[in-house]
């Protein structure tokens, strides 16, 4: 298994702005998976980028994946106050192992 | 980064057996520990929180009195599911949190087949 790092730690911007975080990983994929978790609440699955797409829509969620670079991105589009959260990315080799995520705060 | 570890990392056991996971925070302390399950191209479930010290708080349709959490000290945190049964095959994975509440670090997880 090897884990997703995300960047940056933590982001604050202010509602109606996009946010873009990214994240990086070290070997080979089979898929990367975006997840958020509000604060003391569980993981939420949010999309899921195959190895041989290079981008994916999900409502105002955008994810990018460049397996040249070994990153990915995903872009909050028109954000607001409730996407304030934790993402995470998550790798896949068979298991799932998670970076430490990035804190977006989203402020109104 | 911190490392959490878990223990074991694969399991097989038979049916009616019961099963203990192990979670530990190796290089920090860990107030709260979550204990997710994954079923095969799903995504992850959260089975219930613990803080250290207290009774874990279980997630609704997820029954306490099978999945036995024991978080007695700020690095070590068990799982244990009593009297295995084949549905219960998943992969079990762990997630500790310090003081610095918005990280949190997620163990290797534990694979578990139950026949």
């Known amino acids: 298994s090897q884990q997703g790092e995300e960047d940056p730690q933590a982001l604050s911007i202010q509602e109606g702005e996009n946010a873009t975080m990214n994240c990086s990983y070290k070997t080979s994929i089979n898929n990367l998976q975006w997840y958020r978790q509000n604060s003391g609440r569980g993981l939420v699955h949010l999309i899921l980028i195959r190895s041989n797409e290079r981008e994916k829509h999900s409502g105002r969620l955008r994810v990018t994946l460049d397996t040249s670079k070994k990153s990915s991105s995903l872009l909050i589009t028109a954000s607001r106050a409730a996407d304030t959260a934790s993402y995470f990315c998550a790798t896949d080799e068979g298991d799932f192992v998670f970076g430490p995520g990035t804190r977006l705060s989203v402020l109104p | 980064g911190a490392v959490v570890s878990q223990h074991p990392s694969w399991v097989i056991c038979k049916s009616g057996t019961s099963v203990k996971i192990e979670c530990r925070s190796l290089?920090?302390?860990?107030?709260?520990m979550f204990w997710y399950r994954q079923f095969p191209k799903q995504s992850l479930m959260l089975m219930a929180t613990?803080?250290?010290?207290?009774?874990?708080?279980?997630e609704q349709g997820v029954e306490k009195d099978k999945f036995l959490i024991n978080h007695a000290s700020l690095t070590l945190s068990t799982l244990t599911v009593t009297s295995a049964h084949p549905e219960d095959s998943s992969f079990y994975i762990c997630s500790a949190r310090g003081t610095e509440t918005f990280k949190q670090f997620f163990g290797p997880g534990t694979r578990l087949t139950v026949l």
């Open positions: 290089d920090f302390q860990a107030t709260t």
């Open positions: 613990s803080n250290e010290g207290s009774k874990a708080t279980y």
